[in-house]
Nanobody, 115 residues
Framework: QVQLVESGGGLVQPGGSLRLSCAAS????????MGWYRQAPGKQRELVAS???????NYADSVKGRFMISRENAKNTVYLQMNSLKPEDTAVYYC?????????WGQGTQVTVSS
């Protein structure tokens, strides 16, 4: 059974940085896209960033220039470097993998940006 495990969330002051990681355990093959989503209280889950197996990245307008997604294919791991964090970035962050037409989700990690 495939599980995605996120880490790296926490409390940070505005302007600070965090790095999220998501690692897959279990047998998972042919991962195509990896991505990060977030959901703030009372809001719908939204795409933050995604990256193809070729390394092509896509970002939400609200995080462009501040966040960077990367992946280590050999480790089935995806990262999200978040810089210049703002209070509006506060949310639960989820990683998502797509492999052989199946979608896998992590359990989520809380990111809180507050002074």
């Amino acid at each position: 059974q495939v599980q995605l495990v996120e880490s790296g969330g926490g409390l940070v002051q505005p302007g600070g940085s965090l790095r999220l990681s998501c690692a897959a355990s279990g047998s998972i093959f042919s991962i195509s896209a990896m991505g990060w989503y977030r959901q703030a209280p009372g809001k719908q889950r939204e795409l933050v960033a995604s990256i193809t197996n070729g390394g092509s990245a896509n970002y939400a307008d609200s995080v462009k220039g501040r966040f960077m997604i990367s992946r280590e294919n050999a480790k089935n791991t995806v990262y999200l470097q978040m810089n210049s964090l703002k209070p509006e970035d506060t949310a639960v962050y989820y990683c998502q993998y797509t492999a052989l037409l199946k979608t896998y989700w992590g359990q989520g990690t809380q990111v809180t940006v507050s002074s």
